[in-house]
């Protein structure tokens, strides 16, 4: 298995904002039959910033689903929203789960 971590950091004053679009997305998410996201935020480090964990059970099963997510316009309509009130664009670990 393997956990994608996203991390998400807002600009200022827009944390709450992201966290309802990042709910959002794992509502989509589950709708269309992906791997549900586990949802955290910092209290310590930028402000505002969301940690998301979604599990795969491979790399291989992750990358196909990059195309599922990309044709989703009621996911892709979210992320555009998500990608305007970023300081940057998301970072994206993807780590192997030992036990």
Do not use: C
């Amino acid at each position: 298995m393997i956990i994608v971590r996203r991390t998400y950091v807002p600009n200022p004053g827009e944390g709450t904002t992201l966290l309802k679009l990042i709910k959002q997305v794992n509502t989509a998410f589950e709708t269309n039959g992906l791997p549900k996201l586990n949802i955290s935020k910092t209290y310590s480090g930028y402000h505002g910033t969301i940690i998301t964990d979604q599990l795969w059970d491979s790399i291989f099963e992750y990358e196909k689903s990059r195309d599922k997510v990309r044709s989703t316009k009621e996911i892709t309509s979210i992320f555009k929203n998500i990608y305007g009130i970023l300081d940057s664009t998301h970072h994206t670990e993807i780590l192997s789960l030992v036990d």
